[in-house]
């Protein structure tokens, strides 16, 4: 579901660049989309898991990070019953999202010793991994 959701965001933000993990000595401008892990299974009506997101915008300039994070909050913070695309590449078919929940607005985690200002954001995806039928 992680990958369906960076080429999501891959394919509404094209200006960002996403990848998957932290590298606290990268300058560069980035947006960090992870799965914290764990989360609950749920299976009535139908199985779904409720998964832990978070995303991080990293920049030099503390005005583009939280604009990043404010562009991608607003986006998907209350997201019900979509599609996260394919990722063919990966063979990752579509994904069927029930919710993206918010856990809260995107708070600062700047770090001006190193130059890079964080911005952070914690949401719940609720999916279920089964295809989608055309």
Not at 2 to 14: A, E, H, K, S, V
Not at 78 to 84: G, M, N, P, S, Y
């Amino acid at each position: 579901m992680i990958n369906n959701l960076i080429q999501y965001l891959r394919d509404t933000f094209p200006t960002y660049t996403f990848v998957q993990l932290l590298d606290p000595t990268d300058t560069q401008t980035t947006i960090v989309v992870r799965e914290l892990g764990g989360g609950a299974v749920t299976g009535y009506p139908m199985e779904r898991v409720d998964a832990p997101v978070q995303i991080i915008s990293r920049n030099q300039d503390r005005f583009e990070a939280k604009a990043a994070i404010t562009a991608i909050y607003l986006d998907i913070k209350e997201r019900f019953d979509f599609v996260l695309p394919a990722v063919p590449e990966l063979g990752l078919t579509e994904v069927t999202v029930a919710r993206i929940q918010a856990n809260q607005t995107p708070g600062d985690l700047s770090q001006p010793s190193t130059g890079i200002y964080e911005y952070v954001v914690n949401f719940t995806v609720t999916y279920s991994d089964k295809a989608v039928s055309a």
